[in-house]
């Protein structure tokens, strides 16, 4: 009998633990609904009507709300969403995907752990408080790449003289490979690109390079659309 009663209490541990960590996990749910050009595909409507929506359970998270209250620079709150949904939401489920001619819209759901969450916004208003304090930082990171850093390139021309290109400016990225690279799916790192209002507008899709080994760091260059004002990077995770 001791034997199984051994077990038993193990078993019963066990459960705790597993139910205290999902105890820590809180629900966010957002919705949003983008209309798309005709310069731009069903796909790549969903995926941006995805990703706002996202953005949108972030940034009505009661945690977060409260807990940047204080922050009142529009950027630094956008790069707090976009670290959040990089990497610190789980289990995220769309609920329904409508498409009613040239907009589709997207509700789902998402879990978070507010700790995580409080100390990630914390962590960056430190560091705009305390600028002399800097360290190592990541800009995004995902289940195979981390954004190490990027930065925009302004001296770029028109590819024809005396012609307007489709094309704005280069970004440039460092990233670093989390786990071997063999897949596109694992190499594969989103552009989010916003017009002047704040708007999304058609991003792109880069490779990371093929067969890096855990740890190995890159650069890549990629020409964002024109009309660009502000964008975001994130890896996709299969």
Known sequence: MKPLRISFLVLLLALMVVTSAFAKQVEISGKYCYQYGDSESLMIAKEISYAMALRKAIETYKTFISSTSIVKDFKLKKDLIETIASGYVDNVKVINQDVQGRIVCTSLVGYVNPDAVKSIISRK??????????????????????????????????????????????????????????????????????????????????????????????????????????????????
């Open 125 to 238: 208003v430190e560091k705009i408080k305390h600028p002399e304090k800097r360290e190592s930082t990541v800009v995004a990171e995902g289940k195979y790449i981390r954004i190490l850093n990027y930065k925009r390139i302004d001296n770029e021309v028109s590819m024809f003289d005396n012609e307007v290109s489709m094309f704005g400016y280069q970004i440039s990225i460092l990233y670093q490979a989390k786990k071997n690279l063999d897949s596109v799916s694992q190499r594969t790192i989103m552009i989010n690109c916003f017009d002047k209002d704040g708007y999304p507008m058609e991003g792109n899709k880069v490779l990371a390079e093929y067969s890096l080994y855990a740890g190995e760091i890159r650069r890549l260059t990629v020409r964002v659309h024109s009309g660009t004002a502000s964008f975001e990077i994130k890896p996709y995770t299969p």
